[in-house]
Every structure is written in C-alpha cells, then in structure tokens.
C-alpha cells in the first residue's frame, strides 16, 4: 500500500466556467466592473480583475464566463456573486442561479523524495522525458484525467484535475506504479 503521509499538494490555479443563463450588454457591463479591459476588435468579451477574491474574469455578452486565477472554489462562487451583484445594479435579471463547471486544477506538491527520471522513463508507461526540452518526467493518468510532471528532486505539478480528490487519485495512480515497477520501496520512509 502506497504512503501518502508526506505527500504535499497545494491548489495553485482553478479555472471555471460558467453560465449566468441571461444575456449581458458588455458596454454597459464594462461600465461597472473596476480593473477591466473591453475591445470588442481585439477579443469578444470583458477582461475583468478582481482584487478580493483574487481572481481574473472573461465576460462574454452571452452571460458565459471563465474565471482563472482561484485558489479554492470557494473563491469562484464568491466571484460570481460578486459580479451578480454589480450586474443587478445595471439592471440584469437572473432566472436561476449559475452553473458553475471545474474545467481544470493546478497543484504544486512534493512526493518527499528524490527519483532517478532516466529509470523512470525507461520503466514507466505513460510517461515521456525529454531532458534536454524539459527537466521532468510528464506522466498521464488516465483516470481520473491528469497530467503529472515529476522532477528529480520530488516536486511535482498535477494539472487537469477537476477536483482536489481527483488530484490526490492521480498522484496515488503515479506512486504505485512507481511502486509496482520497483522505483520506490514500499517500506521508504516518505
């Protein structure tokens, strides 16, 4: 049995889309949202910057938005309502409350090891290394979808995760087959 008792992984980034399910009128939109950026030639939708919670927004006249830069998804709830709220005072109205989908999760963690990448690349599937483009050894799990770069010294970086949950799964996929292919030992101390 794999131990993830010293793995670390922390949320760096969740991007989110969502659906207001109305219609908006960017230039009055682009009127009240304060740190924005609207050039209808340039691309479709409002740039808008929240400072609390941090998080950048693009609004589309549709009522669909992405919001990038969260670091829980309690930050995107809260940035949604924020913008239902500007958006009332300008006369939007809102049937239903927003659909709010996890497009993808960016963590950074640390296994609490170090790893030799070659014997990993040579043992592992899944797995690409290339060292002389990129220092780390880029493993896909497939289920639940992720990307896991792994580096030398035990750091890692898991994207494409839509949950935290979904994150921890994939990097307990990665162990055990680290494991099973005999490039960690289960009785490491780690």
């Not at 010293?6 to 230039?27: G, M």
């Not at 941090?54 to 829980?72: D, H, N, Q, R």
């Not at 994207?159 to 949950?165: D, T, W």
């Amino acid at each position: 049995m794999v131990d993830m008792s010293n793995v670390k992984l922390r949320i760096e980034n969740i991007v989110a889309s969502v659906d207001l399910f109305t219609q908006l009128n960017l230039e009055k939109v682009i009127e009240i949202c304060p740190n924005s950026k609207y050039n209808p030639e340039e691309f479709p939708g409002i740039i808008c910057r929240f400072d609390e919670p941090k998080v950048a927004l693009l609004i589309f006249s549709s009522g669909k938005l992405v919001v990038t830069g969260a670091k829980s998804v309690e930050d995107i709830e809260r940035a949604v309502n924020k913008l239902i709220q500007m958006l009332k005072r300008i006369g939007a109205k809102f049937q239903r409350a927003p659909q709010i989908d996890i497009q993808n999760m960016v963590f950074s963690g640390d296994i609490g090891m170090e790893f030799n990448l070659d014997a990993i690349a040579l043992s592992l599937p899944n797995c690409e290394y290339e060292p002389e483009q990129f220092p780390g050894v880029i493993y896909r799990v497939k289920e639940p979808r992720a990307v896991i770069l792994l580096f030398s010294s035990g750091k890692i970086v898991c994207s494409g995760a839509k949950s935290e949950h979904d994150a921890w799964e994939a990097v307990r996929k990665l162990l055990r087959e680290l494991e099973k292919y005999g490039l960690i030992e289960e009785e490491d101390e780690w």
